[in-house]
């Protein structure tokens, strides 16, 4: 598929994604969501593909909001339409894509671009990286799971404070609040999440994604997460990977897993 607005690249088991919009800050419009949702999607059937790093072009933005004027005009019939088209089509996507998602926050993250690293399995973030969620300041709220998932990750105070004050927050006040896992320079920034994703890609695709369910089966409404991890947890067992990674333990080597359950 001919993308417009995303440069991918595959090097060895990682696919790294560039939202490539650096005029408009890399804002999401909905050419970009769709493009990025499919370039996840077709990630997920490459079985050579373990893990995915997602990054904004230049160094000034990861994602700098949602681009407004597509949507400033809507209806509230339009408006729920568009969060729920947004989430459906793309954050619940990144959420539960079966590749670990590291988001490389390389600038700006605000709106609906901090919704989107939110919903990454992994944040890290260059130090010149500044973090919120304004959207209260437009007289809208979070529409693209900013409420739930700031929440899981930082509490119900923090989120408050952030969500109802509309602040942008630094990198490692970010990292103190549980935001983000690390912060670095901007030069060091893909090449530590390189490493994350080569320490990812060493393991079970299976396990990893099974552990991903999991976890994300913690703070689904209606779903009893001890109740998933143990179905998974016997799921592993008689699979080629489980085979392979308690045979290469007993044979004191390392595994060479492949990605088919």
Not at 48 to 62: D, H, P
Not at 101 to 110: K, P
Not at 174 to 191: D, P, T
Not at 213 to 224: D, L, M, R, V
Request: glycine share 8%; net charge neutral.
């Amino acid at each position: 598929m001919n993308q417009k607005n995303i440069i991918k690249e595959i090097k060895e088991s990682v696919c790294y994604l560039t939202i490539n919009r650096p005029k408009n800050l890399n804002a999401l419009n909905k050419n970009t969501i769709t493009e990025l949702s499919s370039e996840i999607i077709d990630a997920n059937q490459d079985v050579s593909i373990r893990c995915i790093v997602l990054t904004g072009s230049e160094n000034k933005a990861f994602v700098a909001g949602a681009d407004i004027k597509e949507f400033i005009s809507f209806s509230k019939s339009e408006g729920e339409k568009l969060a729920r088209k947004g989430q459906n089509e793309l954050f619940d996507i990144v959420e539960n894509s079966s590749k670990p998602i590291i988001a490389a926050i390389n600038g700006f993250a605000l709106g609906g671009g901090l919704e989107l690293a939110m919903a990454c399995h992994i944040r890290i973030a260059s130090d010149n990286a500044k973090m919120g969620l304004p959207e209260v300041s437009l007289g809208v709220i979070p529409g693209y799971g900013g409420t739930q998932r700031l929440a899981q990750l930082v509490g119900k105070g923090k989120a408050m404070e952030m969500i109802t004050t509309a602040i942008m927050i630094s990198a490692n006040e970010a990292k103190n609040w549980g935001l983000v896992n690390h912060v670095c320079s901007q030069e060091e920034l893909i090449e530590i999440s390189t490493k994350i994703a080569k320490s990812i890609s060493k393991n079970s695709p299976m396990a990893v994604s099974k552990a991903i369910k999991c976890i994300n089966s913690g703070y689904a409404f209606g779903t009893e997460g001890y109740e998933v991890e143990k179905k998974e947890f016997g799921n592993c067992f008689g699979t080629p990977d489980f085979i392979e990674g308690t045979t290469a333990f007993i044979e004191k080597r390392k595994p060479n897993f492949s990605n088919i359950e």
